[in-house]
């Protein structure tokens, strides 16, 4: 039993460093294609890559150049945004972003206060600052009862700490209220006046215009734009930035 355990993990293991090796394999055809300006077949093995699981900023910020010089606005804002969300850092993401949209004549994105903040950070260092400044503050309240340390170090110590929790937990709700923002994908994509199929169309959303989503029913979102436009989208016309 101990040996059948034993195979099951390496095979597992093997596995997964498969699956590793072939996504590298992918990305580097499509650096390659993305270089010879096949940029049809770049997106299609970078989506690829995406299909197996493996996200990074790089990689949605190469799908995004990508759609943008197959003139495809709606996924090269989406993909660029992508890159942005998972790397705030990420100069080059920001300053096609605002190319592309300028490009399309899109209104620049208006964010809260929230979402700026949590930008300011990627969502990993968010949340592993707030782990272990959790677990930091549960000690400085339970460990002080079986060592004999001055009230006024302790008061200060637990004060430090939950200020720095509550401004990671900031943090992560600002990433919170960008798993509410999504891009439009089509041009001209209707937002319809009820989430089916023949409900009459009371607007228009450009390719690449970013919109809140309200609340969700089958196949369709409910959203807003910053102008107040509002009305029912497909999901094949409209996808979130962050999942």
Not at 30 to 43: E, M, P, V
Not at 71 to 93: F, I
Not at 188 to 206: D, H, K, R, T, V
């Amino acid at each position: 039993m101990r040996r059948f355990i034993t195979l099951l993990f390496f095979c597992f293991l093997s596995i997964g460093v498969n699956a590793e090796e072939t996504a590298e394999s992918l990305f580097g055809e499509a650096n390659k294609a993305y270089a010879q300006g096949d940029f049809a077949n770049a997106a299609t093995l970078y989506e690829q890559v995406l299909g197996q699981g493996q996200e990074s900023s790089a990689l949605h910020y190469n799908l995004g150049c990508c759609y943008y010089q197959l003139s495809d606005t709606g996924k090269a804002v989406l993909h660029l945004e992508k890159a942005l969300a998972l790397n705030p850092y990420n100069h080059d993401a920001q300053a096609n972003l605002i190319f592309v949209r300028k490009q399309a004549e899109l209104d620049p994105e208006v964010s809260g206060f929230l979402q700026r903040f949590a930008m300011q950070l990627p969502i990993n260092y968010w949340a592993i600052g707030g782990c272990v400044l959790f677990w930091m503050l549960v000690f400085a309240v339970v460990l002080p009862r079986y060592f004999k340390s001055p009230a006024i170090i302790l008061v200060l110590m637990r004060g430090c700490l939950g200020i720095l929790l509550l401004v990671c937990l900031t943090g992560l709700g600002g990433y919170h209220l960008l798993a509410k923002r999504g891009i439009t994908l089509k041009v001209e994509a209707p937002l319809s006046i009820a989430p089916a199929p023949e409900s009459p169309a009371g607007g228009y959303l450009n390719a690449g215009e970013s919109a809140r989503v309200i609340k969700q029913n089958g196949d369709y979102y409910f959203v807003r734009t910053e102008n107040g436009k509002s009305g029912w989208i497909h999901q094949e016309c409209f996808e979130k930035i962050w999942d």
